[in-house]
């Protein structure tokens, strides 16, 4: 099966970026705009299945060399690590702290360690969404080759 | 020292298996014979102080918190069961070493044995209830794994477990009676429960505890109706009747009433109960022991007739009846006892215990014809100065004619007991002779299984001693009267009876009634053939055991069908199950507590928009119910969350319209992925009358959600502590977007918690997924 999809295939090429940019975005802006964790793992993950729609699995799979469960995994202790941070601060699970720097490039800049939370959600929304909708579609994939023979 | 009496059984019995596995020439019986000698001498040694009237006690603390403890308290009561408990049960171990084959499991045996021997100690020498509690269902247990000795066979079990349910149906009603007891006078003590005796009588719950203890004492005593198990516990090997079933057990209800008589007697109710399941045990007991064909059958329900008659005197409380009581108490333990070992001696000699094949054994059997002689004419009180059984059944007759009470309802009964009181000993002669006569005397019958010779002396050594105890103590009363059966009567009434017993009192009524009972027995069994027909009728279909039966098999079918009848294994029906409860019980709370209100005051205005936004999801929630297609109803479905995500604009929440939009994308995207694999939506039509009942449950319970959420709007207690999100946002969590300050910082546990939930499911959608696909590749 060999269909002539070239505008689905370079359009998404360039929209995945945009998405993934837009993502990013919302992951930073979380603190003091809408946005977050949350909403950019989401928003990530539909980049990525954009690209699983246009160019299928397998292309994908050889490509994209990347194991979203191992999100999960990652996301949940980058999560939990640093509300034990907080423990060598004497302080209790999961306390948050912030303060502005000056950064090269950027300036005056607020960083939090609620951010490295908030990365964890990132990453464990992405390996979740991920994880689900591609087991379930391999699931699919394959038993349309069986039905086939 | 009386702990180390109790515990004494318990530690042999746990050394018999090391007994049984590792010297295996020697009957293990050997080994244990000692401990209840032992016991019986350390029991016997007591015997002058009791009598002195020095008690003892000894404490062991097990629960001091709740006031549980082992303490036991040795007085004339205890003592006199104590004896029969390790003497009897010294024969009985003497007589199962030579009854019990070095084949059997004889490790089970004496290991139940013992635990039985020591719990049956603790039952008589406990002074706390609990503790008293404990050692009796310590009997109960034991007694069943006794009865059931050999399991393999189908009788055994049936026995086992009839016994264990009534007996345990009966303790436990005990420990409601104990509970309600020891909350009435705020001790555990059975002593200091006796000198609040007044707060007892005079309680709310009197009758409660009264009913209950009773309930408990006339199960273990095989009382009326409930005497339905001790038949059946024949099954028993036979050193276990005659120590169960006759000596002691049995007797734990009697030792219970005795023992709280001090509460209660007196009450009309006590009085009531007490002598009325006694003399209706006692003459329904006596009546159906001539209708058996097993010769412990008869025993067994001779015996029930027996303690009848024991629980019927206890019922009439005077001094003499308790003193009575006791006395037969004695007796029937030793003559009950000897002719059980009998009729185990005529199993294992003869091969069969049906009456019918017997005859004519008198010649082969001397010995234990001349200890059946003993003891089954001691049992029909024949008036011989050598029978102990006439001297108390005389007793019985003198005290069944001299009750006196203040309460008119005692007083009209009276005059009915010495008459039942006739009619059962009457029986009791028939069934005596009945006993003795047809399995002695008559034509000798050649098809018994073994060859019929006289028993081991070993076997008989036993029987031997107890008939002993019959005849001497038939000749010389008093000689037990000092030192064991006053105390005992002291016990139980609070003052010395002050009785000589003596076998010729004159021509009093008593002898009369004696005489008459020996009159009318000789009769009824010389034309038993002719009046046998009775039993066709009387009981005929009538029977405990078929209300057992019925009962017992009856709950399984009645659980089985109700089980049946709402676990239907559908799904549909459970939900509907849990949503009418739903539905009840909300709507039931806010219908009685009258918390449906509804404020207009905080009402924010509502825009054009909203309403519009609001009616076309209400449409497309209408619509995908009536859908006949499934991807069409998840589009529609869609609509609706896309709406809500709209709805959340209105609302000013960017960050749930965000999330909400995304997420309803995925979930229609993913209901579509799987849905794939479904059948077609089910078409099939339902009953209308199912769909009625949906439909109202529906209706109803929107109705209930809608109500709540109205009411809960219109009674809000407290202010909302949004306000201190709201300032102390930028302040402390250092960022202006409040919803999110509080998933990450202030609220950032269930944050955590709800990212663990999405990596949960992921990883189970994906195991679900991959072990199928591993199981169809297998």
Same mark, same amino acid.
């Given at each position: ?11 998404s090429a360039i929209i995945v970026f ?32 954009? @690209?699983?729609?246009?160019?299928? =699995?397998? +292309? ?11 999100? *999960? $995994? %990652? ?29 090269? @490039?950027?300036?005056?800049?607020? =960083?939090? +360690? ?11 929304? *992405? $390996? %979740? ?21 | ?266 009450t009309d109710l006590f009085f009531i ?423 109202a449950i529906s209706i109803s319970v ?77």
């Open positions: 099966m060999q269909s002539n999809d070239i505008i689905l295939k370079t359009t945009v998405i993934l940019a837009f993502s990013v975005n919302l992951f930073l802006s979380g603190h003091n705009a809408p946005g977050g964790g949350f909403i950019g793992g989401l928003m990530a993950a539909g980049a990525f299945i954009l @690209l699983y729609i246009s160019f299928g =699995l397998k +292309t994908m799979n050889k490509v994209l060399k990347v194991n979203f469960r191992y999100f *999960i $995994g %990652v996301g949940l202790m980058v999560a939990f690590l640093t509300g034990i941070g907080s423990f060598f601060f004497n302080q209790p699970f999961l306390s948050h702290t912030f303060g502005y720097f000056h950064l090269p @490039l950027l300036g005056k800049t607020e =960083l939090a +360690t609620a951010m490295f939370f908030d990365l964890g959600v990132y990453l464990t929304v *992405i $390996g %979740v969404t991920m994880t689900i909708i591609l087991t379930i579609a391999e699931d699919r994939d394959e038993d349309f080759v069986e039905g086939s023979k | 020292m009386l702990q180390f009496a109790v515990l004494a059984p318990f530690l042999t019995a746990l050394f018999v298996p090391f007994f049984f596995r590792y010297i295996r020439t020697v009957h293990t019986g050997w080994f244990v014979l000692p401990i209840p000698f032992v016991l019986f001498i350390y029991f016997l040694s007591q015997m002058g102080s009791v009598s002195k009237g020095i008690n003892i006690s000894s404490v062991v603390e097990w629960v001091p918190s709740l006031e549980m403890n082992f303490s036991f308290y040795l007085d004339g009561l205890s003592l006199l069961f104590s004896l029969l408990i390790s003497g009897i049960g010294a024969l009985v171990t003497l007589y199962s070493i030579f009854y019990l084959n070095k084949n059997e499991k004889l490790n089970n045996f004496y290991v139940f044995l013992f635990i039985f021997m020591g719990a049956m100690l603790g039952v008589v020498l406990s002074d706390n209830v609990y503790g008293l509690y404990l050692f009796w269902e310590l009997t109960s247990i034991s007694s069943f794994l006794l009865i059931g000795y050999w399991y393999d066979r189908e009788a055994s079990r049936y026995g086992a477990l009839k016994s264990m349910v009534i007996t345990v149906l009966g303790g436990l009603s005990m420990l409601g009676g104990f509970i309600l007891l020891s909350y009435v006078t705020g001790t555990t003590s059975i002593r200091e429960m006796i000198a609040a005796s007044d707060q007892v009588i005079d309680s709310p719950y009197f009758t409660g505890i009264l009913l209950l203890i009773l309930l408990g004492a006339f199960t273990k005593s095989a009382q009326f109706p409930f005497h339905i198990w001790l038949p059946d516990a024949m099954e028993a090997p036979t050193p276990v009747s005659a120590f169960l079933h006759s000596a002691t057990m049995v007797k734990a209800g009697i030792y219970l009433t005795a023992r709280l008589f001090p509460i209660f007697g007196g109960l007490v002598t009325g399941f006694g003399l209706l045990t006692l003459c329904w007991g006596s009546y159906m022991a001539v209708r058996q064909t097993d010769l412990k059958a008869i025993l067994a329900f001779s015996t029930i007739s027996q303690l009848g008659m024991i629980m019927s005197m206890l019922g009439f409380g005077t001094k003499a009846a308790i003193f009575a009581a006791i006395f037969h108490i004695f007796n029937h333990a030793t003559f009950k006892g000897s002719l059980f070992m009998v009729a185990g001696i005529i199993d294992h000699e003869t091969g069969t215990r049906d009456i019918r094949k017997l005859g004519g054994l008198m010649t082969l059997m001397p010995i234990s014809a001349t200890l059946a002689f003993f003891g089954t004419f001691s049992m029909a009180g024949v008036p011989l100065p050598f029978f102990n059984g006439f001297l108390s059944k005389e007793m019985f007759f003198e005290t069944s004619l001299h009750i006196t009470s203040t309460s008119d309802l005692v007083t009209a009964i009276a005059p009915i007991i010495p008459v039942l009181a006739v009619l059962g000993s009457i029986f009791t002669f028939v069934y005596s002779m009945y006993f003795f006569f047809y399995t002695f005397t008559g034509n000798k019958k050649d098809e018994l299984p073994v060859k019929p010779h006289e028993a081991p002396i070993g076997m008989l050594l036993s029987p031997i001693v107890l008939v002993v105890f019959v005849i001497v103590v038939g000749l010389l009363p008093n000689l037990i009267n000092e030192p064991i059966l006053t105390p005992a009567a002291i016990a139980v009434f609070g003052s010395a009876p002050g009785k000589h017993i003596a076998f010729w009192h004159g021509f009093a009524p008593q002898l009369y009634m004696s005489l008459t009972v020996v009159a009318l027995g000789t009769v009824l069994f010389l034309t038993l053939k002719y009046w046998r027909k009775i039993y066709n009728w009387l009981p005929g279909p009538l029977s405990a055991n078929k209300v057992y039966d019925f009962v017992n098999e009856g709950q399984y079918k009645l659980a089985e069908r109700t089980t049946n009848s709402y676990m239907t294994g559908s799904l549909r029906h459970y939900v509907l199950y849990i949503l009418v409860f739903l539905v009840g019980a909300t709507g039931i709370t806010l219908f009685v507590t009258e918390g449906f209100v509804i404020e207009t005051d905080d009402l924010a205005p509502i825009s054009w928009p909203e309403i519009a936004v609001g009616m076309v999801m209400a449409i497309a929630a209408f619509a995908t119910i009536v859908m006949k297609n499934r991807i069409a109803a998840i589009l529609v479905l869609g609509i609706v969350g896309y709406g809500l995500s709209l709805l959340f604009v209105f609302f000013r929440a960017p960050d749930l319209a965000l999330t909400q939009l995304i997420v309803e994308t995925v979930t229609v995207a993913l209901f579509l992925l799987c849905f794939y694999h479904l059948p077609k939506l089910d078409t099939k039509k339902q009953p209308v009358g199912s769909r009625i009942v949906n439909m929107g109705v209930l959600v809608t109500m709540v959420a109205i009411a809960s709007h219109s009674s809000k207690k407290f202010e909302t502590i949004a306000h201190y999100f709201i300032k102390e946002s930028h302040h402390l969590g250092g960022g202006d977007n409040v919803v999110n300050v509080i998933l990450v910082d202030m609220r950032g546990l269930d944050t955590l918690f709800e990212i663990t939930v999405l990596g949960i499911a992921a990883l189970g959608i994906y195991a679900m997924i991959r072990l199928r696909k591993e199981e169809e590749t297998d």
